[in-house]
């Protein structure tokens, strides 16, 4: 508080009262100018008694000093220019609280979650918390500031720019851009995404899931997601991530273009029936 005031404190000796002998007796004659005076009138709100201290603090302040010339008042006129401004905001009470910054780049304060730049994990930090507000300090410099949450616990106040880049790009996308990245791979792939995202009854929760499948195209191609899609509804009917890469790594759906073939020949001649090297294939 005197920081923020720019004042100095230097506080009295124990037991020595005469350190400080003008607070002392001025401490003394407000309590006989004002308390005394009143102490027998009867006041019916609040706002009637804070009138009336005004009122005798008025008097007090410009009550003439009985050894030296002036009053209160007058003193603090001449020594007012002489003072430094007020801050602007007026000083708040904190408190100050250690955290350790989870795994999910946020630190836990009174059962609420703030987000810490994502380079502080693992890291111990120092939370300084106002009624308002909550500051995080790392080595004595101030990394980041949220406004306190209140309300239900379990609460996150999350900054973006705190997240990893990878989890960044989750915050960009919803389920309709995933639907349309989709089509521009295949029906199959769109069947699987939609599978995917109504799966969860929170749709932000299958977002990581449909991104990982999308990116599929980039490390095989879009052609070969799209036949792992359509492969995949073989195996289950809730098709995910893992079984679509498991199917792309394993080969399966190299499988479909043969398949694919084979069927072709033969319903050439006899409709859509498989060929007989179909049913000889190793399952």
């Known amino acids: 508080m005197a920081e923020h005031y720019g004042t100095a404190i230097i506080p009295a000796r124990v037991k020595a009262p005469k350190d400080k002998p003008t607070v002392e007796g001025t401490v003394g004659d407000v309590s006989t100018y004002i308390l005394a005076a009143i102490r027998n009138q009867r006041f019916f709100t609040l706002r009637e008694?804070?009138?009336?201290?005004k009122e005798r603090l008025y008097q007090f302040n410009h009550?003439?000093?009985?050894?030296k010339e002036g009053s209160r008042a007058i003193g603090f006129s001449e020594e007012r220019a002489y003072l430094?401004?007020?801050?602007?905001?007026?000083?708040?009470?904190s408190t100050w609280k250690a955290a350790t910054v989870q795994y999910n780049y946020h630190v836990s304060v009174d059962k609420q979650f703030y987000s810490v730049p994502y380079e502080y994990i693992k890291h111990r930090v120092e939370v300084r918390v106002t009624s308002r507000v909550i500051e995080i300090f790392f080595e004595g410099s101030r990394i980041c500031s949220h406004i306190r949450l209140t309300g239900r616990p379990g609460q996150y106040s999350t900054t973006e720019s705190h997240m990893p880049p990878k989890h960044q790009q989750y915050l960009r996308w919803d389920g309709d851009k995933f639907r349309d990245w989709a089509e521009k791979i295949g029906p199959q792939t769109v069947n699987v995404v939609n599978g995917i995202?109504?799966?969860y009854k929170v749709e932000q929760q299958a977002y990581r899931s449909c991104m990982g499948l999308l990116k599929l195209a980039d490390k095989y191609s879009r052609q070969r997601l799209e036949d792992a899609c359509e492969v995949v509804w073989n195996y289950t009917t809730e098709p995910g991530y893992k079984a679509v890469a498991a199917i792309l790594k394993a080969g399966q759906d190299k499988l479909l273009d043969n398949d694919n073939n084979e069927t072709s020949?033969?319903?050439?001649?006899?409709?859509?029936t498989?060929?007989?090297g179909y049913y000889g294939k190793e399952r």
């Open 265 to 272: 020949d033969a319903s050439s001649q006899y409709g859509f």
């Open 84 to 93: 430094l401004p007020l801050p602007n905001n007026a000083f708040e009470i």
């Open 274 to 276: 498989r060929g007989a």
């Open 49 to 53: 008694l804070n009138n009336e201290i």
């Open 63 to 67: 009550k003439e000093f009985q050894k």
């Open 197 to 199: 995202l109504t799966r």
